[in-house]
């Protein structure tokens, strides 16, 4: 997502991400065994939209194929007459 709408939403996750972390981090049980920190949540962020934009083109190619066979079953059942 490019622009100030992309931006805004992103950074509204970040701070619920920080939020989490804070939420996460004060139990009891969580703070004994690792510590999530805000570095954390902002590296997994930036790998999900790493990950995201290395698959667009693959989910572009479905999307594609997907609409093309709607279409095609579509003059497919128009030909035939409705059942």
């Keep these: 997502m490019v622009g100030s709408v992309g931006q805004s939403r ?3 996750i970040e701070t619920l991400g920080k939020k989490i972390c804070q939420r996460l981090n004060s139990m009891l049980i ?3 065994f690792f510590t999530i920190t805000d570095g954390n ?3 997994t962020i930036g790998y ?3 990950i995201i934009g290395d698959f667009s083109p693959f989910l ?3 999307v594609a194929v997907g609409i093309g066979l709607i279409i095609f079953s579509v003059i497919v059942n128009t ?3 409705h059942r």
């Design 10 to 12: 992103l950074q509204r």
């Design 30 to 32: 969580l703070g004994t």
């Design 41 to 43: 949540v902002s590296t």
């Design 48 to 50: 999900i939209k790493d």
């Design 60 to 62: 572009m190619i479905f």
């Design 79 to 81: 030909i035939r007459g």
